[in-house]
């Protein structure tokens, strides 16, 4: 049929992407490696899939049909308000990777959705098992490298803190990863007949991956992986064994319900109560973060601060928080540098108003709903895979609607692949309900094969472009940390038209002319990069170009902001004691050395106490002076 083999083509390609993303290895030579290897090689796959889909469209000689339902309504809906919300917030662009990515994200959602639709209505199931086997290879691998860093065999040591991170750099990607991929695994393996023998390697693979990822997880000892992938192992399970069912005909009662309701929530206390004593301090933290995410949707509590700019604008909410004096020891110890709200939902909420929220919302519950007891049978026995996939699929959005209550999965590229792929997967089963049908005529298919080509050459040639920019910017980092400043300095200069709106370059680069003491030319880089990127350090440096430029007020206005920002660090107050002390303010210097002497260390090191012991020395010093009511030489107390 001529169905199938463009299907599997277009399956074929995409299947490169959930399959591979994850397991490409952080390219050293690229600044921010780890993230950026990703997003150049996802770009570069979907311009490969969107020639294939340009070419198939353009050659067609049936008429392109589509199919909407209630989730593909959900979906655009909410990817209509994020371009509106993104076009007007200030120094977001049309090439904002975060809004480049989620359109990619949805074309993708949709193409996966017509494959498998397709090829269901047709009675195939080729291109449908190799997405699956694909789909659940991608977390074999990250199980298997994870478990080889475990026993200490990792083929690309690095020196990242974390032992156990897998290709991410960081466990709690790894887990949300992993926990997004184990139960529509188990939902293959349970879920798939064993006597349909045409699908006896999907079952296989199922297997082999949900044991792995079982054998990872819980080394990652992040919580909400834990809780995700156990309300998506759940939905499997009463799937297979229909626990509703035999809940209901064992406890017939009414009060034996109300029995079950009350252990039920005592098992969540219990559960809850031994996750948050675990790890308090993550869990208060968590709680911290959450607080002054609330504080940023009461100032902004229609529209939200704006589209992805949540990582810019938390900082400086959790300054004025500190500032103010509303925060208390407790907080002040576990106060971080935070770019992501550790809860999707309250992050579309802080960056995009309620509308954000209740869309996504939408999009999870279509899911969930729509595919429930709504398996289509197929003409040549295919239901065992169809049922399968539907409630797997339905663990699977499941366990993403749970993670991201604690964490942020969806700011994670591999894993957002994997919940486009999910809700794809999902859309494809609903076979009632709200449906919209429309087609195209073959000259209007190859009008938009022509428009898709354009576009996929536009989206290559740009991932070409910025990986030889990201290079270059890597190579002047690394030159800027061996303190070879004027080579860094030719590099960035020659970078900065194509990365004049990225906020972390402007950083870098203005925190090159800081260190170089061309104070006038790195504050104009600086206060730009403020618009668009935030970091204590971005603050510091700042206030460093205004004190040597003896604008005292903006730097202390700076070093201060900076302190309060994550006030469990002592360097800003530090350069803030100093600051006090070249203007002659002892009373302010000497309140700042108590500070500092008082603050909670979160781990001890010989900078923090080498600070401690100066700041003593301070004291002493301003303490004798102010006795013999003079003045003080900075220079005697350094």
Same mark, same amino acid.
């Given at each position: 049929?001529?169905?199938?083999?463009?299907?599997?083509?277009? +399956?074929? =390609?995409?299947?490169?992407?959930?399959?591979?993303?994850?397991?490409?290895?952080?390219?050293?030579?690229?600044?921010?490696?780890?993230?950026?290897?990703?997003?150049?090689?996802?770009?570069?796959?979907?311009?490969?899939?969107?020639?294939?889909?340009?070419?198939?469209?353009?050659?067609?000689?049936?008429?392109?049909?589509?199919?909407?339902?209630?989730?593909?309504?959900?979906?655009?809906?909410?990817?209509?308000?994020?371009?509106?919300?993104?076009?007007?917030?200030?120094?977001?662009?049309?090439?904002?990777?975060?809004?480049?990515?989620?359109?990619? #994200?949805?074309?993708?959602?949709?193409?996966?959705?017509? +494959?498998?639709?397709?090829?269901?209505?047709?009675?195939?199931?080729?291109?449908?098992?190799?997405?699956?086997?694909?789909?659940?290879?991608? =977390?074999?691998?990250?199980?298997?490298? %994870?478990?080889?860093?475990?026993? =200490?065999?990792?083929?690309?040591?690095?020196?990242?803190?974390? *032992?156990?991170?897998?290709?991410? %750099?960081?466990?709690?990607?790894?887990?949300?990863?992993?926990?997004?991929?184990?139960?529509?695994?188990?939902? @293959?393996?349970? #879920?798939?007949?064993?006597?349909?023998?045409? $699908?006896?390697?999907?079952?296989?693979?199922?297997?082999?991956?949900?044991?792995?990822?079982?054998?990872? #997880?819980?080394?990652?000892?992040?919580?909400?992986?834990?809780?995700?992938?156990?309300?998506?192992?759940?939905?499997?399970?009463? !799937?297979?064994?229909?626990?509703?069912?035999?809940?209901?005909?064992?406890?017939?009662?009414?009060?034996?319900?109300?029995?079950?309701?009350?252990?039920?929530?005592?098992?969540?206390?219990?559960?809850?109560?031994?996750?948050?004593?675990?790890?308090?301090?993550? !869990?208060?933290?968590?709680?911290?973060?959450?607080?002054?995410?609330? %504080?940023?949707?009461?100032?902004?509590?229609?529209?939200?601060?704006?589209?992805?700019?949540?990582?810019?604008?938390?900082?400086?909410?959790?300054?004025?928080?500190?500032?103010?004096?509303?925060?208390?020891?407790?907080?002040?110890?576990?106060?971080?540098?935070? $770019?992501?709200?550790?809860?999707?939902?309250?992050?579309?909420?802080?960056?995009? =108003?309620?509308?954000? #929220?209740?869309?996504?919302?939408?999009?999870?519950?279509?899911?969930?709903?729509?595919?429930?007891?709504?398996?289509?049978?197929?003409?040549?026995?295919?239901?065992?895979?169809?049922?399968?996939?539907?409630?797997?699929?339905?663990?699977?959005?499941?366990?993403?609607?749970?993670? /991201?209550?604690?964490?942020?999965?969806?700011?994670?590229?591999?894993?957002?692949?994997?919940?486009?792929?999910?809700?794809?997967?999902?859309?494809? /089963?609903?076979?009632?309900?709200?449906?919209?049908?429309?087609?195209?005529?073959?000259?209007? %298919?190859?009008?938009?094969?022509?428009?898709?080509?354009?576009?996929?050459?536009?989206?290559?040639?740009?991932?070409?472009?910025?990986?030889?920019?990201?290079?270059?910017?890597?190579?002047?980092?690394?030159?800027?940390?061996?303190?070879?400043?004027?080579?860094?300095?030719?590099?960035?200069?020659?970078?900065?038209?194509?990365?004049?709106?990225?906020?972390?370059?402007?950083?870098?680069?203005?925190? +090159?002319? &800081?260190?170089?003491?061309?104070?006038?030319? !790195? +504050?104009?880089?600086?206060?730009? &990069?403020?618009?668009?990127?935030?970091?204590?350090?971005?603050?510091?440096?700042?206030?460093?170009?205004?004190?040597?430029?003896?604008?005292?007020?903006?730097?202390?206005?700076?070093?201060? $902001?900076?302190?309060?920002?994550?006030?469990?660090?002592?360097?800003?107050?530090?350069?803030?004691?100093?600051?006090?002390?070249?203007?002659?303010?002892?009373?302010? /210097?000497?309140? @700042?050395?108590?500070?500092?002497?008082?603050?909670?260390?979160?781990?001890?090191?010989?900078?923090?106490?080498?600070?401690?012991?100066?700041?003593?020395?301070? *004291?002493?010093?301003?303490?004798?002076?102010?006795?013999?009511?003079?003045?003080?030489?900075?220079?005697?107390?350094?």
């Amino acid at each position: 049929m001529e169905y199938a083999k463009q299907n599997h083509i277009i +399956v074929l =390609g995409f299947v490169l992407a959930p399959l591979f993303l994850t397991s490409v290895p952080a390219l050293d030579s690229l600044m921010d490696g780890i993230t950026t290897s990703k997003q150049l090689y996802f770009y570069a796959v979907c311009a490969m899939i969107f020639f294939v889909v340009a070419g198939i469209l353009f050659v067609r000689k049936s008429v392109f049909t589509l199919e909407f339902n209630r989730l593909d309504l959900a979906v655009v809906a909410f990817w209509l308000w994020s371009i509106i919300r993104a076009t007007f917030t200030p120094y977001v662009n049309w090439n904002d990777d975060s809004l480049v990515t989620l359109t990619l #994200l949805v074309f993708l959602y949709f193409l996966i959705k017509k +494959v498998l639709a397709s090829e269901r209505k047709a009675g195939g199931f080729q291109a449908t098992s190799t997405l699956v086997i694909a789909f659940m290879l991608g =977390g074999l691998i990250q199980a298997a490298y %994870g478990l080889l860093q475990l026993y =200490g065999l990792d083929p690309f040591p690095s020196n990242n803190y974390f *032992k156990l991170v897998g290709s991410f %750099g960081n466990p709690d990607a790894l887990a949300g990863y992993l926990a997004s991929v184990m139960p529509f695994a188990l939902g @293959m393996y349970l #879920l798939v007949p064993p006597e349909d023998f045409q $699908h006896e390697l999907v079952r296989k693979v199922g297997l082999v991956t949900f044991l792995a990822c079982l054998l990872v #997880l819980p080394a990652t000892m992040i919580r909400g992986a834990w809780l995700g992938a156990a309300a998506g192992v759940l939905i499997v399970l009463f !799937a297979k064994f229909d626990l509703f069912g035999k809940l209901k005909s064992m406890i017939p009662a009414k009060r034996g319900r109300v029995l079950i309701g009350f252990v039920s929530i005592a098992l969540v206390v219990v559960i809850g109560f031994s996750l948050y004593n675990l790890k308090p301090d993550s !869990a208060n933290g968590r709680l911290l973060i959450w607080k002054i995410t609330a %504080g940023m949707i009461s100032d902004h509590p229609l529209w939200g601060i704006g589209f992805d700019r949540y990582a810019v604008e938390y900082g400086n909410h959790q300054a004025a928080y500190f500032a103010s004096g509303n925060g208390n020891k407790q907080e002040e110890y576990l106060a971080d540098n935070v $770019h992501h709200a550790h809860n999707e939902f309250f992050q579309f909420f802080a960056e995009s =108003g309620p509308l954000s #929220l209740v869309l996504f919302t939408m999009v999870l519950y279509s899911s969930l709903r729509s595919v429930r007891g709504n398996v289509a049978r197929t003409a040549n026995g295919q239901e065992g895979l169809r049922e399968g996939l539907s409630n797997s699929s339905r663990a699977g959005v499941l366990c993403f609607a749970t993670l /991201a209550l604690f964490s942020f999965p969806l700011h994670i590229l591999p894993t957002a692949v994997s919940f486009f792929t999910l809700l794809g997967i999902c859309s494809s /089963a609903i076979s009632d309900g709200y449906r919209k049908t429309t087609s195209s005529s073959t000259v209007a %298919g190859r009008w938009a094969g022509i428009l898709i080509a354009i576009v996929a050459a536009v989206l290559l040639s740009s991932a070409k472009s910025q990986y030889s920019q990201y290079s270059d910017w890597g190579d002047a980092f690394r030159k800027a940390q061996m303190i070879d400043l004027i080579g860094a300095k030719r590099i960035f200069e020659r970078l900065h038209d194509g990365f004049h709106d990225n906020g972390k370059f402007l950083f870098t680069y203005g925190g +090159v002319l &800081s260190m170089m003491a061309e104070d006038s030319q !790195a +504050v104009q880089l600086l206060e730009s &990069s403020k618009l668009r990127y935030n970091d204590p350090n971005l603050w510091i440096t700042l206030g460093d170009s205004y004190r040597r430029m003896r604008q005292f007020t903006k730097s202390e206005q700076h070093f201060s $902001h900076a302190s309060h920002m994550i006030p469990n660090r002592l360097y800003p107050k530090y350069l803030l004691a100093n600051l006090y002390l070249d203007v002659g303010k002892l009373s302010e /210097a000497n309140a @700042m050395a108590d500070s500092i002497l008082s603050v909670r260390l979160k781990s001890k090191t010989s900078a923090a106490d080498k600070i401690r012991r100066q700041m003593a020395l301070l *004291k002493e010093s301003v303490a004798k002076q102010v006795e013999a009511g003079a003045g003080i030489a900075p220079s005697r107390i350094r």
